[in-house]
């Protein structure tokens, strides 16, 4: 049998993508494992599930770094010490640069609440409702250098209400997200021909 796929997830805030990612690849049945999470925010809510559940957490703090090539090495360090070969970033919210994610082609990426490639950046629910937008979703995609582009692997849609808020048209996505994001790493582990090589 060969090797599960080394996966580690990045994440800044309440971590429930990654949750669902740490559960999705407990099953035997998933071709991959949850070796590494790795935050950039000290104060991230996730990293109680990562204690709670015995799951390697690097708390790299990008503010203790002065450029971004410093913090990204820090983070490539981290990596390589698991031997990491995927990772998902879910709810990441600094911006990699092009070395980092050329470096990691095909081996990142990302979900984002909208259907891209509509709403790129941020408070996609708040821009799609003042569009008055009737569709909206969420996409797991490969990374690539400029923000928020690059082969979308899964979409999943949801309509849009005429009373939504931001809050409840983005409780709406996320439960997509959470089928979304187990999805696309299941495509992406069939599809790493050779995860050893990069
Ligand atoms: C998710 O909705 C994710 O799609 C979004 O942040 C949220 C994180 O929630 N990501 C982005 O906006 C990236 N541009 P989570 O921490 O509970 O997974």
Redesign the pocket.
Known sequence: MTQPVRVAVL??????????LAQHLAKPSVAGEFVLAITNRPAA??IEFCQAQNVPCAVIDHKAFDTRAGFEAAMQNALDEEEVELIC?????RLLTPDFVTRWHDRII????SLLPAYK??D?HARVLADGAKEHG?SVHYMRAEM?DGPVIVQKRVPVKADDTPQTL?AR??KQ?YIAYPEAIDIVIKNLKNPKLR
């Open positions: 994440f800044s805030g309440r971590g429930s993508n990654m949750q669902t809510k996730g970033a879910a709810g990441f919210m990302n979900i984002h609440p950046g941020l996609t969420c928020d983005a996505v996320l997200e």
